[in-house]
């Protein structure tokens, strides 16, 4: 049995979280377009404007958002599906990454049973990500 603290372990669990990052990428532009088309702007990022502050459903879909500083976050509920970012960074950082691992798990978007030891055990997620973000 491996633990989080072996090396060929905490490489697995990096390639793991390595493979996330390209959903992370598909999902910002997928959430960027849906709410351009549904709140009918040129550009994603007029949902920080101020008449589009706060929390609220996303018209015509069972999606919701909530906007903060200079992101937003759009998901079905708090712990399922969609995605947190900030507008000026392409890349997620370490707490977001595992917030977006843990909703996408939730949605059936990424499997469970590959997921889990990593979903299961925070400071063995913790320790792949901070990791992956070393190297």
């Known amino acids: 049995m491996t633990t989080p603290n072996d090396a060929s372990a905490i490489d697995d669990d990096v390639q793991l979280i390595r493979a996330i990052i390209p959903l992370w990428h598909a999902e910002m532009v997928w959430a960027k377009e849906l709410l351009k088309r549904a ?3 040129n550009d994603a990022q007029e949902i920080l404007q101020p008449e589009f502050r706060g929390s609220r459903q996303i018209p015509g879909t069972n999606w919701f958002l909530r906007t903060h500083g200079i992101g937003v976050d759009v998901h079905r ?3 399922v599906g969609g995605i947190d970012f900030d507008f000026d960074k ?12 843990e909703k996408q798990v939730n949605d059936g978007s990424l499997p469970y049973e590959k997921y889990r030891h990593l979903i299961d055990d925070e400071h063995r ?8 973000f070393a190297s």
Not at 90 to 101: H, K, N, Y
Not at 125 to 132: C, D, P, R, T
Request: negative net charge; without cysteine.
């Open 90 to 101: 392409l890349d997620p950082d370490p707490w977001r990454l595992a917030i977006f691992l």
């Open 77 to 79: 509920t708090s712990e």
């Open 125 to 132: 997620l913790k320790v792949a990500i901070e990791s992956m």
């Open 39 to 41: 709140f009918g702007l």
